[in-house]
């Protein structure tokens, strides 16, 4: 797969140098077999929570892999700064911090997507913007000035905010005004209550329970500003594609299989599901937030990724600036090719073997 990269500052020819260096080097070839011969491969997960290989690993779906988690990891960019540089075998990030680090230079594919909003009801995943009920916020304009928290510079949250904003009719000096601040999704509720951040983003189980204790309200969500949407995916080096397609192909199936089967099995069945296999890692974990649990948030089967869901942020860096127009296009960055829903495996409204299934969860 040929691409394009155009580098984009000093902050990023210096990633570029670093992957460089990495992939000029023994991260070029990172497989580890292991005593059964399965191929295994390296990751970093996330506290509290189990991630769709994880699930996958747990349903048995994998044949030629087996995981080794490394540690946890909250920040999607840095996560998938990880696989480029060879630190892991593969990460996931929102699709415009994708973009920017392949426009860097780092040589990465995205291979399935693994979360997003499905939609806006209370049986589904999306991302709100909250203020107290008291706030006098109201409009975009009004957060000229204000404090909004999000959980990390450059992904998903900054990306949305700025389109609400410019939407909205902000010009870009106006949207310059309303400062990011950076807290983790965990002290979120916490920072808006006390009045040190104006408003706060809430997602997933975090977001259900903070509006469970009442005194919230929604400026806005990003199924409103975007409608159902993927908005990141897991990623693996170029390098390691090319070299290891029959490992990547059994990551990506197993995964796809693990995703649909929490797609189209009871919620309940799910939760416990979940909690089991986090009290069985026993890394002195809570279970309180998985067992909040509503749906995936993947709108699409199995995570197929759809060209636009990568094309909305590309157009905004291009509009902000922070990409040339050209630099990528939305089919260099991603592949559908392993996905058994996308390549005619499976038909795309099966369940996790192939078989016919009711509407999904």
């Known amino acids: 797969m040929l691409r394009r990269r155009v580098s984009v500052g000093a902050a990023l020819a210096a990633l570029l140098a ?47 892999v087996t995981l080794e988690w490394l540690g946890d990891n909250t920040s999607g960019p840095s996560s998938i700064q990880n696989t480029a540089t060879g630190e892991t075998d593969f990460g996931s990030a929102f699709y415009g911090a994708i973009a920017k680090l392949v426009d860097a230079g780092a040589p990465l594919t995205t291979v399935i997507a693994n979360y997003g909003s499905d939609g806006d009801t209370e049986e589904d995943s999306f991302n709100g913007y909250y203020v107290l009920d008291g706030s006098p916020l109201r409009s975009a304009r009004d957060l000229i000035g204000r404090k909004l928290g999000i959980n990390t510079l450059g992904a998903y949250h900054e990306y949305v905010i700025k389109e609400w904003l410019f939407r909205a009719g902000l ?35 975090v977001k259900d329970a903070a509006l469970a204790r009442g005194g919230l309200r929604p400026l806005f969500t990003d199924v409103d500003l975007t409608g159902p949407l993927g908005i990141g995916g897991f990623v693996f080096r170029d390098d390691f594609v090319a070299e290891h397609p029959d490992a990547v192909a059994d990551f990506v199936q197993g995964t796809a299989r693990a995703l649909r089967w929490a797609q189209v099995t009871p919620r309940q069945e799910v939760i416990d599901r979940f909690v089991a296999i986090i009290e069985a890692r026993g890394r002195s974990e809570s279970t309180d937030f998985v067992r909040q649990w509503k749906s995936t948030g993947v709108p699409t089967p199995g995570g197929v990724i759809a060209a636009e869901e990568f094309a909305i942020w590309i157009d905004q ?3 902000l600036g922070s990409l040339q127009p050209g630099a990528v296009e939305p089919e260099e960055l991603f592949t559908n090719e392993f996905n058994p829903y996308a390549n005619g495996t499976y038909p795309p409204d099966s369940g996790p073997d192939g078989q016919p299934v009711g509407a999904a969860g």
């Not at 460089?20 to 059964?36: I, K, L, R």
């Open 317 to 319: 860096s291009v509009r």
């Open 171 to 205: 010009t870009d000096e106006e949207i310059a005004q309303v400062e990011l601040v950076v807290v983790p999704p965990l002290n979120t509720e916490q920072s808006l209550r006390q009045g040190q951040i104006d408003v706060g983003n809430l997602g997933g189980v």
């Open 18 to 64: 670093l992957v460089s260096t990495a992939c000029a080097g023994p991260a070029g070839d990172t497989e580890q077999v292991d005593p059964a011969g399965k191929t295994v491969l390296r990751y970093e997960g996330t506290a509290s929570a189990v991630t769709f290989p994880e699930l996958a690993e747990d349903l048995g779906y994998f044949d030629t």
